[in-house]
């Protein structure tokens, strides 16, 4: 277990910033076709991952993961999934269920949360 560098760090909030960015062009490209429920909250999850997204840009190198690299790797291919999900999928519920599960990895490892990390990581990836 080690603190990741701060590349690697930048590297982590880059990509919560590209889930973010799929996030809310989701809701840009079907405003349209949502109620005004959902896209309060799709633009409240939005914001949320913008939000965690900028505290992980001004965190120094004191962020943990047990295994660094397998962890960014992993992250890395969420990323790629959820913006293609974004990009294909017209089911609502699945686009939230999706926001609110990288919301709650940004959330893990904001709190240096090892295990919910994984636990996250692990839901997102399966």
Known sequence: MRNLNAEEVKQL???????????????????????????????SMHNQQLTY????????????????????????????ESQELYKKLTNVQTILDRASSIINLASAILALDLKGVTRNIQELVS
């Open 13 to 43: 909030a880059d990509n919560f910033l590209q889930m973010a960015n799929a996030l809310g062009d989701y809701r840009y490209n079907n405003i349209d076709s949502l109620t005004e429920e959902e896209d309060l909250t799709i633009k």
């Open 53 to 80: 997204t900028t505290e992980l840009y001004t965190k120094s190198a004191v962020l943990v993961l047990e295994d660094v690299q397998d962890s960014l790797n992993k992250i890395d291919t969420i990323t790629k």
